[in-house]
């Protein structure tokens, strides 16, 4: 069984549209992060939630609404697509809020054309 | 322009050499450190872990180090294997609720 899951693995896009990436967790944790790679495979968290509340938002654009319908999910919506979204995407999971070992999927790969 | 100093640093080791990864942390109030690998196409696995109030944890052919006073972490696996290329990150836990990550090292092994 896969303990955190995103889809799609890829995802191509044009500029200005809008598309969501899933994420699931099936690991009983209470928090959930987004973390976005870049192309020089630099990793940098854009939110947290625990137990469903946003916890951290790492000045990301507005553009970027993270959800989290139960604390089993979270999903990445992104309105506008830009070319600079261009990146991996990965959804994370931990017991604690950053004491403890995050769980990753495997990643999206957003490319925006 | 030209980025400076993102290049990912690589290291080459042979099959069966012992290999040391290092990370210089920037948060002297750090309390809790990760090694993660990325194998290509994947998410990041856990490999070991530190808390701040040990120097040294040793897992299996995988061992962490942390030296405080320099805020340096490394990691040393030993008898190194061609399963064993992949990116490493260092990550710490910053005491503000969120593990940030260092830039990584490609490990490159040769059989």
């Known amino acids: 069984d896969t303990a955190v899951s995103q889809t799609p693995k890829y995802l191509v896009t044009q500029m200005g549209n809008d598309k969501s990436i899933k994420c699931e967790q099936n690991?009983?944790?209470?928090?959930m992060y987004w973390y976005k790679q870049d192309s020089k495979k630099f990793l940098k968290i854009m939110f947290s939630?625990?137990?469903?509340?946003?916890?951290i938002n790492e000045t990301v654009p507005n553009r970027f609404s993270p959800k989290s319908p139960d604390k089993a999910h979270l999903n990445l919506h992104i309105n506008s697509l830009e070319l600079g979204d261009s990146a991996v995407y990965f959804c994370?999971?931990?017991?604690?809020?950053?004491?403890?070992?995050?769980?990753f999927g495997q990643g999206t790969r957003l490319t925006v054309v | 322009g030209e980025s400076v100093g993102l290049h990912l640093p690589t290291l080459s080791v042979q099959e069966g050499d012992n290999s040391i990864i290092n990370c210089a942390y920037s948060?002297?109030?750090?309390?809790?450190f990760i090694w993660y690998k990325q194998e290509s196409g994947k998410g990041p696995q856990f490999i070991i872990d530190?808390?701040?109030?040990?120097d040294k944890r040793q897992g299996q052919r995988v061992t962490v180090l942390l030296n405080k006073t320099v805020k340096h972490l490394s990691l040393q696996i030993a008898a190194t294997q061609p399963g064993d290329s992949a990116v490493y990150f260092c990550?710490?836990?910053?005491?503000?609720?969120?593990?940030?990550f260092g830039t990584g090292t490609r490990l490159l092994v040769s059989p």
């Open positions: 690991l009983g944790h209470d928090t």
């Open positions: 948060n002297s109030a750090s309390d809790y």
């Open positions: 530190i808390r701040s109030n040990m």
């Open positions: 939630y625990n137990n469903k509340e946003l916890i």
């Open positions: 994370a999971s931990s017991q604690l809020l950053g004491n403890t070992e995050a769980f």
């Open positions: 990550a710490e836990n910053t005491g503000f609720q969120k593990l940030v």
